[in-house]
């Protein structure tokens, strides 16, 4: 079975119909660049753009960068416009695309669905969780395959400041930090934290740094879990949406 999934990222909307019993791409992905202001008219325009580009008429999910309550209110928005908070996305988004119904979720949870599904969580029991570096820092937290949704674990106070702002990849490429600074510093002090917290027995590292974890995970030492780099790297979010929009 085939569903559209879209994921929407602080600098580009990305979407393709996804093969459910593959868990992958059907088609090559179509992207457009996120609107700035990133404001729920100009978003909508562009998953309206990239859901065209292959004359799809199914079901769509939709993954967005902030929390997500039922498949659809929009409650928070770290690193979009803020007039999307309380937006009805399901509802501007189905609209938009002209009657098809759609799912939203949160890009990490919708990240984490895939990964414990079709990639590095596969069968891993206990807690297990998924954080997304990119331009916020995204979580998915899971007990025996379950998902505990919209955890928010990229906005825990780290050393008197929001720990996205320290240790996403934005936070890298913005301070000219090296990938072994970043690694040996800020990622493995924000890992010990939620590790303190959590105690999982798995961190699953995904978003776009995931493609390069030869250069980071060398780095990041001291931390008890197992830490793998995520399988489906920068399309988990897609084939979340549209597992997410199957009823998974
Ligand atoms: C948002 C999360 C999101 C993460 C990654 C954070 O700023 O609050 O909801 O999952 O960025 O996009």
Redo the contacts with the bound molecule.
């Keep these: 079975m085939q569903i559209f999934g879209v994921d929407i990222?602080?600098s580009g909307i990305k979407g393709a119909p996804v093969d459910l019993d593959k868990g992958d791409l059907a088609r090559e992905r179509h992207k457009v660049l996120t609107p700035h202001p990133a404001t729920p008219d100009g978003v909508a325009d562009g998953v309206r753009q990239v859901v065209d580009h292959f004359g799809w008429t199914g079901p769509v999910g939709v993954t967005?960068?902030?929390?997500v309550t039922d498949g659809a209110m929009i409650r928070?928005a770290?690193?979009v416009d803020d007039s999307w908070i309380d937006t009805d996305a399901r509802a501007l988004l189905g609209e938009r695309l002209g009657g098809l119904p759609v799912t939203v979720v949160?890009?990490?949870?919708a990240a984490g669905v895939a990964e414990m599904h079709f990639g590095a969580g596969r069968d891993r029991r206990g807690t297990v969780i998924l954080l997304?570096f990119?331009?916020?820092?995204?979580?998915a937290v899971f007990v025996d395959g379950v998902l505990v949704p919209?955890t928010?674990l990229?906005?825990l106070e780290l050393e008197g400041h929001d720990a996205?702002k320290r240790a996403s990849s934005k936070a890298r490429e913005d301070h000219d930090m090296t990938w072994e600074h970043w690694a040996a510093h800020r990622v493995r002090r924000y890992l010990a934290h939620v590790e303190m917290l959590f105690s999982p027995e798995l961190f699953i590292i995904g978003?776009g740094v995931s493609r390069k974890s030869h250069k980071f995970l060398p780095y990041i030492e001291g931390i008890k879990a197992e830490i793998v780099p995520a399988q489906l790297q920068n399309n988990a979010g897609i084939v979340g949406a549209a597992m997410r929009a199957a009823g998974h």
């Design positions: 990222g602080g967005f960068p902030g929390v928070t770290a690193n949160n890009d990490a949870d997304t990119g331009t916020g820092i995204g979580s919209n928010e990229g906005h996205e978003g």
